[in-house]
Nanobody, 121 residues
Framework: QVQLVESGGGLVQAGGSLRLSCAAS????????MGWFRQAGGKEREFVAA????????YYSAFVKGRFTISRENAKNTVYLEMNSLKPDDTAVYYC??????????????WGQGTQVTVSL
């Protein structure tokens, strides 16, 4: 069983930056494809970014491309989401997800509990 624990969320002003981290345990990290999702109040959860097992391939949703960067350190069992030029619309609970088969699967196998990101004007 894979456990995922997110951290790094908080309150930031518009235009600011945050870096989210997700620590994984329970399985060799380099065998996991990793993703980030978010869910704002009253809305469906949406895909943000994903990265392949070895970090060679990454994918982004259109609304974060150019502002957010996903990366990973397999030696530290951690995936990151660097978020720059934050906007109030980026306010959401951000979730880390892991999958054993695909970088952008239809559904991910494992999910973290989420970390709140709030962007103020």
């Amino acid at each position: 069983q894979v456990q995922l624990v997110e951290s790094g969320g908080g309150l930031v002003q518009a235009g600011g930056s945050l870096r989210l981290s997700c620590a994984a345990s329970g399985r060799t990290f380099s065998t996991l494809h990793m993703g980030w999702f978010r869910q704002a109040g009253g809305k469906e959860r949406e895909f943000v970014a994903a990265i392949s097992r070895n970090g060679d391939d990454s994918y982004y949703s259109a609304f974060v491309k150019g502002r957010f960067t996903i990366s990973r350190e397999n030696a530290k069992n951690t995936v990151y989401l660097e978020m720059n030029s934050l906007k109030p619309d980026d306010t959401a609970v951000y979730y880390c997800a892991a999958d054993t088969e695909n970088t952008v699967p239809r559904t991910y196998d494992y999910w973290g509990q989420g970390t709140q990101v709030t962007v103020s004007l």
